[in-house]
Structures are given as structure tokens and as C-alpha cells.
């Protein structure tokens, strides 16, 4: 079964500080990897989407990687501002039996960057 | 942009009553899915219906639940009778397609509280 661990559990920065937030996953036969933004009492926000096949995808301050084999992906936040305060969630989607389709999450990250 | 939208908000249910939660998918999209998350919990799968018919579920989707499409825009989450423990933050999900070249886009959730 596919575990997805988040390290750290909750990070508290200054405002401007670039940040790294991870990920890693049990199982390497993935499809692909979201990271999304959960504020709190709502819904999920998709942030980005790797393919297995990709190695980073980046979207304004926000750079993912992906390692399929070590079974790791970071999520780097580049000049980080109050609004990006929030939790971050790490879900893969396997590859393998009949599992098309489904994601495991991790717990999330709590960010929490103050002015 | 178009959105998954997801209602109600809240449903505050006594304990051994039906509920219906109701989703409307992104229009163009083929598969949806049913995820929880109990409080401070990780997001969890429940199940994923493709083409009229449940293509996934989890060892949490027993007979209790159950999923309809009722029409060509609404999907809908049904729990016959419900627990303490179904308590939780419901969330809907699409997709466009299955693979790695898809992500999963989740409404705002529905908040259900079993008392």
C-alpha cells in the first residue's frame, strides 16, 4: 500500500524566506504527483502536477521536483509572503493494479509565514 | 474558470440518518471521485466513478454508501445511515482524464456532522 510522508509537519518563517517543504512515498510506480494549498475549512487548491516522466514543473514562485525512484518530491517556495500561509499537500497517483485514478495524501505541511 | 462546485457547505445530520451530499463536476470532465478528511486527519479516498459505474472504491466505502449520477451534472454522495464516525469534510473531485497527464480538481468540500 502506498504511504505518503510530509516532512516538516508545520513550518513558521519570516516573510521572504525561500522555503523547502517535503515529500516521499513508499511505492515509485507512479503516475504523476499534485501538490496542493489547503487554507483553513476549504477545499483543496491544485499548485502544480508532475508527471512521472518529469523531473520539475514551476509555476510563479513555486518549483516542484520529482525523484520517482528515491520516492521523493519537494515543493520549493520562493520569496514566501503572509498569503502563502496555508497547508501544503503532497498526493500521488499509483501505477500499479486497479488503482488508476486514486491519490494518496500526505498530512500536509502547516506554513505559516508572518509579516 | 470553471470549478467544482459542492453543496451544502454544512449538513448537520442526527445519527442514524440518510445524507446526500451533491457535487457538479467540471463539465468536460469524464471521471469523479469521492475523498474525506476527519478532522486533523489525512485527505482520504472513497471512491472513483467512470462511464456510469464505480470503477474504485475504498475498504472505507461499504454498503452504507453509494454514488449516482443522477443527471448529465450532478454526482452525488449518498450515506444510508449515518455514524458518529462519518463526521468529516467530504470533498468531490474531476478529471478530464486517468493517467499522468491529469489532475484531479476538488471542490470546497461539504462539512457533515453526525450528532
Known amino acids: 500500500k502506498q504511504e505518503v510522508t510530509q516532512i516538516p509537519a508545520a513550518l513558521s518563517v519570516p516573510e521572504g524566506e525561500n522555503l523547502v517543504l517535503n515529500c516521499s512515498f513508499t511505492?515509485?510506480?507512479?503516475?504523476?504527483l499534485q501538490w496542493f494549498r489547503q487554507d483553513p475549512g476549504k477545499g483543496l487548491t491544485s499548485l502544480l502536477l508532475i508527471q512521472s516522466s518529469q523531473r520539475e514543473q514551476t509555476s510563479g514562485r513555486l518549483n516542484a521536483s520529482l525523484d520517482k525512484s528515491s520516492g521523493r518530491s519537494t515543493l520549493y517556495i520562493a520569496a514566501s509572503q503572509p498569503g502563502d500561509s496555508a497547508t501544503y499537500l503532497c498526493a500521488v497517483s499509483p501505477h500499479r493494479g486497479s488503482t488508476l485514478g486514486r491519490l494518496y495524501f500526505g498530512r500536509g505541511t502547516q506554513l505559516t509565514v508572518w509579516p | 474558470e470553471p470549478e467544482v462546485t459542492q453543496t451544502p457547505s454544512h449538513q448537520v445530520t442526527q445519527m442514524g440518518q440518510e445524507v446526500i451530499l451533491r457535487c457538479v463536476p467540471i463539465s468536460n470532465h469524464l471521471y469523479f471521485y469521492w475523498y474525506r478528511q476527519i478532522l486533523g486527519q489525512k485527505v482520504e479516498f472513497l471512491v472513483s466513478?467512470?462511464?456510469?459505474?464505480?470503477?474504485?472504491k475504498s475498504e472505507i466505502f461499504d454498503d452504507q454508501f453509494s454514488v449516482e449520477r443522477p443527471d448529465g451534472s450532478n454526482f452525488t454522495l449518498k450515506i444510508r445511515s449515518t455514524k458518529l464516525e462519518d463526521s468529516a469534510m467530504y470533498f468531490c473531485?474531476?478529471?478530464?482524464?486517468?493517467?499522468?497527464?491529469?489532475?484531479?480538481?476538488f471542490g470546497p468540500g461539504t462539512r457533515l456532522t453526525v450528532t
Open positions: 473531485a474531476s478529471s478530464e482524464g486517468q493517467g499522468a497527464f491529469y489532475e484531479q480538481y
Open positions: 466513478f467512470y462511464n456510469n459505474e464505480i470503477s474504485e
Open positions: 511505492d515509485s510506480a507512479i503516475y504523476n
